[in-house]
């Protein structure tokens, strides 16, 4: 199964049915800010896909932002609690065991940019899945933490989906269709 072959499973599966929009853009933004899951699928793509299928299809906006938002927030929340809890042992657990790189590099992300760092890692791929983990072992207060974790989400939502809910119709409109 290709990434292309899923984008296109859950747009249409949206597509046909509307109210599913928002669980499905919470799991979404949930997986793709979770720092296990994020490594294994990369929903970004799909969230961007949906972005356009929403500004199509009619769908109310703020519902659909905030199931992002919230599913961002949440999964990076998870990732610090896991990072707080679970400490070094974190680097032991698979997908991370196969990639101790990701967080040496998140480490020194965070050392250098400390809380404004987890505001900027969720806007960086890799680092996104690991900058909640790395605060979380290093014991960052956890309301700096959520302070950040939330602005970051309200950001990250509205970029993502934003561009597609937004100027799909503009195109169309200003292209015929």
């Given at each position: 199964m290709t990434?292309?072959?899923?984008?296109?499973?859950?747009?249409?599966?949206?597509?046909t049915n509307e109210a599913w929009a928002v669980p499905v853009i919470f799991i979404l933004a949930f997986g793709e800010s979770l720092a296990f899951l994020s490594l294994l699928f990369p929903a970004t793509v799909i969230l961007?896909?949906?972005?356009?299928?929403?500004?199509?299809?009619?769908?109310?906006?703020?519902?659909?932002w905030l199931a992002a938002v919230?599913?961002?927030?949440?999964?990076?929340?998870l990732s610090y609690w896991f990072g707080f809890?679970?400490?070094?042992?974190?680097?032991h657990m698979w997908p991370l065991?196969?990639?101790?790189?990701l967080l040496l590099r998140g480490h020194a992300f965070f050392e250098r940019f400390?809380?404004?760092g987890v505001f900027l890692g969720r806007f960086f791929g890799p680092l996104r899945a690991v900058i909640p983990l790395v605060a979380g072992i290093c014991g960052m207060p956890q309301r700096h933490f959520q302070v950040a974790n939330l602005g970051s989400a309200f950001v990250w939502a509205?970029?993502?989906?934003?561009p597609g809910v937004f100027g799909a119709p503009w195109l169309t409109k200003v292209f015929g269709g």
């Open positions: 990434l292309d072959s899923v984008m296109t499973f859950i747009t249409d599966f949206v597509r961007l896909g949906l972005g356009a299928l929403i500004g199509e299809s009619g769908i109310p906006f703020v519902p659909i919230a599913g961002a927030f949440f999964g990076d929340w809890h679970y400490k070094e042992r974190v680097a065991s196969r990639k101790p790189d400390g809380v404004f509205t970029g993502i989906l934003a």
